[in-house]
Structure formats: structure tokens, C-alpha cells
């Protein structure tokens, strides 16, 4: 069992950053990781994912704005969001899984904001 905890949501005005932090109890290297998001009455989509061996995938609605990272040492996962559009508005999700098992652990989530 993997604990998750979301932080670092907040509002913003457009064109503004913020950046997510998720703490997680065990984060191996042989775990994905990735940022999931859901606005209301949408369905929870993924924003980023870092897979076990390196393989970073972005939506194309946020490529070149968001960037996800991990540090094993801190099992910490991260994920800096720039030049934020009102429809990045969503709780922010993050979420582990076994290589490539598909998300299995989630965290709690955090709110964005983001304000025209």
C-alpha cells in the first residue's frame, strides 16, 4: 500500500504558475508515476506521466507548459505548471503504479484554480 498527499494547489490568474508537490510513503524506481485531473463534470484525465524507466508523456493540452519530475530519494513527485489557461481548472490528482500496471494508488487531491 502507497500513501499519497497532494499539496501546492491554489488560484491563479492566467498566464500565472504553480507548482504540485506529492509525497508519497514508498517511491521506488521501479514505480510510474503521474499527474491525473478532473473538472467537474469531466471525467478524470491524465495531465503527465513519468514511467519506471523513464518515459515522460504529456497531454497535448499542456505540452510545453507543464513539466512532471520525481526524486526517489525523497519520494517526491512534482509537477510545475506554467502559463496557466482558465481551463486548467481541475482537482490535480497524483498517482502510482507498478511499471506499467496502470495507477493503482491515489492521492487525496489538490485544487486548481485558474482565473481569467
Known amino acids: 500500500q502507497v500513501q499519497l498527499v497532494e499539496s501546492g494547489g491554489g488560484s491563479v490568474q492566467a498566464g500565472g504558475s504553480l507548482r504540485l508537490s506529492c509525497a508519497a510513503s514508498?517511491?521506488?524506481?521501479?514505480?510510474?508515476v503521474g499527474w491525473f485531473r478532473q473538472a467537474p463534470g469531466k471525467e478524470r484525465v491524465g495531465v503527465a506521466t513519468?514511467?519506471?524507466?523513464?518515459?515522460?508523456t504529456y497531454a497535448d493540452s499542456v505540452k510545453a507548459r507543464f513539466t512532471i519530475s520525481r526524486d526517489n530519494a525523497k519520494n517526491t513527485l512534482s509537477l510545475q505548471m506554467n502559463s496557466l489557461k482558465p481551463e486548467d481548472t481541475a482537482m490535480y490528482y497524483c498517482?502510482?503504479?507498478?511499471?506499467?500496471?496502470?495507477?493503482?494508488?491515489w492521492g487525496q487531491g489538490t485544487q486548481v484554480t485558474v482565473s481569467s
Open positions: 498517482a502510482t503504479w507498478w511499471r506499467s500496471s496502470g495507477p493503482k494508488y
Open positions: 514508498l517511491l521506488t524506481p521501479g514505480y510510474s
Open positions: 513519468l514511467t519506471n524507466d523513464g518515459i515522460i
